[in-house]
T-cell receptor, first 113, second 113 residues
Framework: NAGVTQTPKFQVLKTGQSMTLQCAQD?????MSWYRQDPGMGLRLIHY???????DQGEVPNGYNVSRSTTEDFPLRLLSAAPSQTSVYFC????????????FGSGTRLTVV | QQQVKQSPQSLIVQKGGIPIINCAYE??????FPWYQQFPGKGPALLIA?????SEKKEGRFTISFNKSAKQFSLHIMDSQPGDSATYFC????????????FGQGTILTVHP
């Protein structure tokens, strides 16, 4: 199993550009989430999904869109990048949040200039 | 608002010491409290978890203490080692948003040799 694969690992965007962060898992997990990590702020939930076709907002959803058309993929779209979106983004998946917890990807470091 | 509050933000101990990281929550619907460990450049990984009907749980050198009436829980690391140097996150899940895992702000632990 490859686990949770995030691409790209690094990205620099200009303000106003859009892009998609890719996340794929091969463990047939129903639960998937996107978090952003900023110093002193911990891991903040952007969007999450409990299965294909089902998504919901987290704590900081503004400026981001998600879709879950398949169990395997959960892309995160930045609509119009802003410097405030400079962060490290983590995708995670889980069979059960109460058994085994989340498996995290290795992260995408995004810089918006 | 931050539903899970974690302290301290950083902690430095000597090898063999017992660092203690504290978390507090407000939502009484939370019913599962995991701790995650993150090494630099990596995604977080599940370390240990507890349910509110248990006051203490031990796994190796890691112990969670839980005080349901105070809505507080803490992580103790016995006989800490330099290899335990990492960022530690408490988290909580429960209530109507069953797919949503909420993290604390994180504690950067440094264990000196």
């Amino acid at each position: 199993n490859a686990g949770v694969t995030q691409t790209p690992k690094f990205q620099v965007l200009k303000t106003g550009q859009s892009m998609t962060l890719q996340c794929a898992q091969d463990m047939n997990h129903e639960y998937m989430s996107w978090y952003r990590q900023d110093p002193g702020m911990g891991l903040r939930l952007i969007h999450y999904s409990v299965g294909a076709g089902i998504t919901d907002q987290g704590e900081v959803p503004n400026g981001y869109n998600v879709s879950r058309s398949t169990t395997e993929d959960f892309p995160l779209r930045l609509l119009s990048a802003a410097p405030s979106q400079t962060s490290v983004y983590f995708c995670a998946s889980s069979y059960s949040l109460r058994v085994g917890g989340y498996t995290f990807g290795s992260g995408t470091r995004l810089t918006v200039v | 608002q931050q539903q899970v509050k974690q302290s301290p933000q950083s902690l430095i101990v000597q090898k063999g010491g017992i660092p203690i990281i504290n978390c507090a929550y407000e939502n009484t619907a939370f019913d599962y409290f995991p701790w995650y460990q993150q090494f630099p450049g990596k995604g977080p990984a599940l370390l240990i978890a507890i349910r509110p009907d248990v006051s203490e749980k031990k796994e190796g050198r890691f112990t969670i203490s839980f005080n349901k009436s105070a809505k507080q829980f803490s992580l103790h690391i016995m006989d800490s080692q330099p290899g335990d140097s990492a960022t530690y996150f408490c988290a909580a899940i429960g209530g109507t948003s069953y797919g949503k895992l909420t993290f604390g702000q994180g504690t950067i632990l440094t264990v000196h040799p």
